[in-house]
């Protein structure tokens, strides 16, 4: 996308924030990288189970919230609010067992508090060390939803041709 395309579709929108969204459309390029599953064993995974990740864009339209499906070229806006849902789906003809189902809260983006579903999820600051929603630091006080950078669910069993969705919303922001 050059230059003179962003600013026509970002219209007022400062230098560094255009840089936010140039991130930040780099991601929505490459959005089913930010997903993933981790089975046990590793090579039961890899042919067990198909993510498919859809987004959307969260609006209000006459008094009602409305999911509008973003894809490629949708111009997304500082303060745009996105649903991440992505859908896990055993395809083997055997249970998958210790599945956990990541998600990452993309550059250019940030959490937004009590989104995510099913609410047993876990979130990270360092996407190494995940505990459960709301994250409280050494200091004994929780941790602000937007300096999340990753969450993640743990399915103890995915039966065969059962499907696990998870989703979370993050508001493009300007950090």
Partial sequence: MSISHTQNCFEGITVSRLNVLRVFSVFMLTALMSVSANAAPADQKKDAVQINLEQFRIVIKEGKEVKEPLVNGTPIKLGDTIEYRATYKNVSIAPVRKLVANLDVPKGT??????????????????????????????????????????????????????????????????
């Fill in 110 to 175: 940030e959490y937004v508090a009590k989104t995510v579903n099913p609410v047993a999820a876990e979130a990270s600051v360092d996407k190494i060390s995940f505990a459960p929603i709301p994250l409280i630091g050494a200091d004994k006080k929780e941790i602000p939803a937007k300096d999340y950078r990753a969450l993640h669910w743990r399915v103890s069993e995915l039966a065969a041709g059962q499907s696990f969705v998870v989703s979370a919303r993050m508001k493009v922001s300007t950090q």
